[in-house]
């Protein structure tokens, strides 16, 4: 029989996170080499808390069955913790945002709710892709004017898809058209920093109430961005 500990790495990621905003705040010039980095921790902070809950309570499950199965004499492994390490090994073995979301509605029935008036889940969900471009350092190719070809396959018919919420939300905030000018905007990170954390919230607010939070949660909410409050 296996018990198990587990280590929370996300915590460091916010005294990063923390470092870079207020250096951003300080930029008088070009925004692109503070902001590209805080897009990306962003996301493995969010992503980072939500593993983080959703492993120690399986981990806590198959710990309970653990110790059944030592009460009741066993000395293997049962189908039911088969199935949970198998699941876990899932969990910790195939990263994303979308996994985690189908994950969160099979062990804890809780779904990210797209019409939820706590978050915006599309938000969210443009942070991860962007995360996922930057974080891979691949260019990013728009045209200069929105256009299409015949069979609507080809190299910017597939950027303009992927980005198309992106561009859509960044206009919004920043009012510009061009994503290489929105990107370069200020304002973009905090915006992201700050719907992450009421999305982060609100996912808590439906977990149980004894779950192991983790230093990473009490510390985001202490947080505000471009200020000193962890460092």
């Not at 939300?169 to 719907?195: H, R």
Request: one cysteine or more; proline letters at 3%; glycine letters at 4%.
């Amino acid at each position: 029989m296996t018990t198990h500990i587990f280590l929370e790495t996300t915590a460091p990621l916010l005294h990063s996170f923390e470092s870079l905003a207020l250096q951003h705040k300080k930029n008088s010039d070009s925004n692109y080499h503070t902001a590209f980095p805080l897009l990306i921790i962003n996301a493995s902070i969010v992503e980072g808390i939500l593993r983080y809950w959703l492993v120690g309570e399986v981990k806590k499950t198959m710990n309970k069955l653990v110790e059944e199965g030592v009460a009741a004499g066993r000395n293997s492994k049962n189908k039911a913790e088969l199935l949970l390490e198998n699941y876990l090994i899932e969990i910790e073995g195939n990263g994303g945002f979308e996994k985690l979301k189908a994950q969160y509605k099979f062990f804890f029935s809780v779904p990210f709710d797209r019409n939820s008036s706590d978050y915006r889940l599309d938000t969210i969900q443009a942070l991860f892709t962007l995360r996922n471009v930057l974080a891979h350092g691949t260019a990013i190719v728009a045209p200069k004017n929105l256009s299409s070809s015949p069979n609507k396959q080809d190299y910017a018919d597939s950027w303009q898809s992927r980005l198309q919420s992106v561009t859509v939300i960044l206009k919004s905030l920043t009012g510009c058209d061009d994503i290489f000018a929105a990107l370069n905007d200020a304002k973009v990170p905090s915006y992201f920093f700050e719907n992450s954390v009421s999305f982060i919230k609100s996912i808590r607010s439906k977990l149980p109430d004894n779950m192991e939070e983790g230093k990473a949660f009490k510390e985001l909410q202490a947080m505000s961005f471009g200020y000193r409050n962890l460092t």
